[in-house]
């Protein structure tokens, strides 16, 4: 199994119904953004997949739908609040669309990290990954 990790900033503001917290007034964060593929296979190349292929789909997703958007008015977060835990799995799910329609290799997103400040993240692994690439583990 291979993996890579590419990294992204993008400024974006939110606003969060929580109940007596201080999210609940607009507020903005400058996330941080890693996104990790993973894959069984090198290329002829010998790489799993080419870094400029995996960025220009993450950036695709950050920097085109989020990058400096207040994040409440966007689609994608019509229904659901645009918490970091839901923004790392938007950018997860959006960024495979990507992959699967552009790349000729076998990567999946296996895991999106989205920071909001240097001490605090959200993590999130897409639901079976190990299985879209053959493995008995899923997570």
Not at 37 to 65: H, M, S, T, W, Y
Not at 78 to 100: C, F, G, K, N, W
Not at 121 to 135: E, F, Q, W
Request: hydrophobic residues 40%; charged residues 25%.
């Amino acid at each position: 199994m291979f993996e890579l990790k590419v990294t992204t900033h993008f400024a974006g503001a939110h606003q969060l119904a929580m109940v007596g917290q201080k999210c609940e007034n607009l507020h903005g964060h400058n996330w941080h953004v890693e996104v990790h593929v993973r894959g069984k296979q090198l290329n002829g190349a010998g790489v799993l997949a080419d870094f400029g292929d995996i960025k220009r789909a993450v950036r695709a997703v950050v920097d085109g739908e989020l990058d400096h958007k207040y994040l409440n008015e966007l689609s994608a977060f019509e229904s659901e609040q645009p918490t970091s835990e839901r923004i790392a799995m938007y950018i997860a799910h959006r960024v495979q669309e990507i992959l699967d329609r552009d790349l000729e290799e076998n990567v999946i997103v296996s895991k999106v990290m989205s920071w909001e400040s240097d001490d605090a993240c959200a993590i999130y692994y897409p639901k079976g990954y190990g299985s879209r690439l053959g493995d008995s583990e899923t997570v």
